[in-house]
């Protein structure tokens, strides 16, 4: 019997009374479970301290997580956040060279939300910090009084780019998703290849031209109730097998 693959999951910090906490949301290590049917692990914010080598060479997949926290905006040349802006140095310290080093490797990457802008800034790309307050852009926030259900529902399509990652794996030309962010990007980085984009012209898929392996990022959140949604779960399932196939050759 073939073993699970080994799938590593970001962790951001948390400060919890007076000790600080590496926190994941429940729904992405169950989504590992779920979707791609691996065995989630935990990746702890701790930047130089981690081996990177041994830790990819440990793992079958990393999924990089959304957060409430923003991307330090002095990684990618921007200005400084409006004053309450949540960031996670720790986590910056430790996702962004992960990221790079993980698709330089080869070994699958997915990144979500926060995971997607970390993706565009790790090569080299900039992030709008409040969309909503830009050109032509609509609200990507999510209803913030509303049930959880109603904040993570579909609020708009994308159009699926074609030739690329996303209609590859047999998605239809328009999908819906959910919207649940307050960045996005801005400037591409060279070597991304755009995969969906949102009636408004905002880029909500990217994958890394050339990789090895598989090496998405998305701006929606598919892990919610993946195994309920069809479009949520063909993307799981696909980083999944990505994540068995590097699994089988180790």
């Known amino acids: 019997m073939a073993r699970l693959p080994l799938i590593g999951v970001s962790a951001c910090t948390k400060q919890i009374g007076p000790h600080p906490y590496h926190i994941v949301g429940d729904k992405y290590v169950r989504a590992v479970v779920e979707g791609a049917e691996g065995l989630p692990l935990v990746i702890p914010a701790l930047g130089d301290l981690l081996d990177q080598k041994v830790l990819l060479d440990s793992l079958d997949g990393l999924l990089f997580t959304g957060s409430p926290s923003n991307v330090e905006p002095r990684l990618y040349g921007g200005v400084p956040s409006a004053p309450g802006t949540?960031?996670?140095?720790?986590?910056?310290?430790?996702?962004?060279?992960?990221?790079?080093?993980?698709?330089?490797?080869?070994?699958?990457?997915?990144g979500i939300c926060r995971g997607f802008q970390e993706m565009n800034v790790t090569f080299g790309g900039t992030l709008h910090q409040r969309v909503h307050e830009v050109g032509p852009f609509m609200d990507h926030r999510e209803p913030e009084n509303e049930p959880v259900e109603v904040q993570y529902a579909p609020r708009h399509p994308l159009r699926v780019q074609p030739g690329g990652l996303l209609a590859g794996l047999g998605l239809p030309e328009e999908i819906h998703v959910n919207s649940i962010h307050g960045q996005g990007i801005d400037r591409l980085a060279p070597g991304l290849r755009v995969e969906a984009v949102a009636p408004d012209g905002l880029i909500e898929a990217v994958s890394v031209e050339g990789a090895s392996s598989f090496a998405l990022g998305v701006q929606w959140h598919p892990e919610w109730q993946v195994r309920t949604n069809p479009v949520y779960l063909v993307i799981f399932r696909a980083f999944g097998e990505a994540c068995r196939r590097r699994a089988g050759q180790r």
């Open 86 to 110: 949540p960031h996670d140095s720790a986590r910056d310290q430790t996702t962004l060279p992960l990221l790079r080093a993980a698709v330089e490797a080869g070994v699958p990457v997915l």
